[in-house]
Nanobody
Framework: QVQLVESGGGLVQAGGFLRLSCQAS????????MAWFRQAPGKEREFVAL????????LYEDSVKGRFIISRDSAKNAMYLYMNNLAPEDTAVYLC??????????????????WGQGTQVTVSL
């Protein structure tokens, strides 16, 4: 089991910056992919970015490429999402996810076995 807790959300003006964090606990000495998803009210859960256990492989949803950066610190069992030039359409609950060991997940939410509770990001004009 892996437990995930997100933090760092908040209210920011358009063009602003936020850093989200995801702290993992439990089976953290094993290799697994992690990802960020987001869900806006009335919309389906949407893939944002993923990162491999080694951090050598990353993937971004097209609308966040060039603005968001995903990273992880294995020593701290943490993952981060650096969000630059935020826009109102980025407003959503951001969720941290982890895949099972040995699974190479994609952009589909049910590729991931473990989820945090989410952190709200609100971008105002």
């Amino acid at each position: 089991q892996v437990q995930l807790v997100e933090s760092g959300g908040g209210l920011v003006q358009a063009g602003g910056f936020l850093r989200l964090s995801c702290q993992a606990s439990g089976r953290t000495n094993e290799n697994y992919y992690m990802a960020w998803f987001r869900q806006a009210p009335g919309k389906e859960r949407e893939f944002v970015a993923l990162i491999s256990s080694s951090s050598l492989s990353t993937l971004y949803e097209d609308s966040v490429k060039g603005r968001f950066i995903i990273s992880r610190d294995s020593a701290k069992n943490a993952m981060y999402l650096y969000m630059n030039n935020l826009a109102p359409e980025d407003t959503a609950v951001y969720l941290c996810a982890a895949a099972d060991v040995g699974v190479r997940p994609g952009t589909i939410w049910n590729d991931y076995a473990y989820w945090g509770q989410g952190t709200q990001v609100t971008v105002s004009l």
